[in-house]
């Protein structure tokens, strides 16, 4: 076996073994990789996903902003989220809307091509609603205290 050949058999599995869903579309969208944590996490194989465009998993209500974000990366070779960590929904197989934390990257050939978007993504539907409930139980805790006060 080559170098070029141990090196391509690394990658694939260090992708295919990640603890985060890594999914990497093209420029028009299309997914052309789809790790098994992102099986685990939105519900469909990497054969059911793999040709799909990114409506697979991005919600009704928000594909009108991803697209537009989405091309605007793509075209400036660029994002303004690059490096960031953001929670945002997304769409489960089953139709069930889970929260999750996404950081993406446009991908560049070597020649500087942009060739599509790599996304990384981790399920925090769990720590989301228990922050939330958190929160809620704060704001009637202060209401309490100011009819306490009042």
Do not use: C
């Amino acid at each position: 076996m080559s170098d070029d050949q141990g090196t391509a058999m690394r990658a694939d599995a260090i992708i295919e073994q990640a603890p985060d869903a890594l999914i990497f579309a093209d420029r028009a969208g299309v997914v052309r990789s789809w790790n098994a944590a992102a099986e685990r996490i939105f519900g469909h194989s990497a054969a059911e996903a793999v040709g799909q465009n990114l409506d697979l998993i991005v919600p009704e209500q928000f594909r009108e902003a991803h697209w537009a974000g989405y091309e605007r990366a793509v075209a400036e070779g660029v994002s303004k989220y690059a490096g960031q960590a953001l929670p945002t929904r997304a769409a489960r197989s089953d139709g069930e809307q889970i929260y999750v934390e996404l950081s993406f990257s446009i991908a560049h050939a070597e020649g500087g091509e942009v060739v599509g978007a790599l996304a990384m993504v981790r399920d925090i539907t769990e720590r989301f609603t228990a922050d939330r409930a958190e929160r809620r139980r704060v704001r009637e805790l202060e209401a309490e205290l100011e009819e306490l006060r009042g």
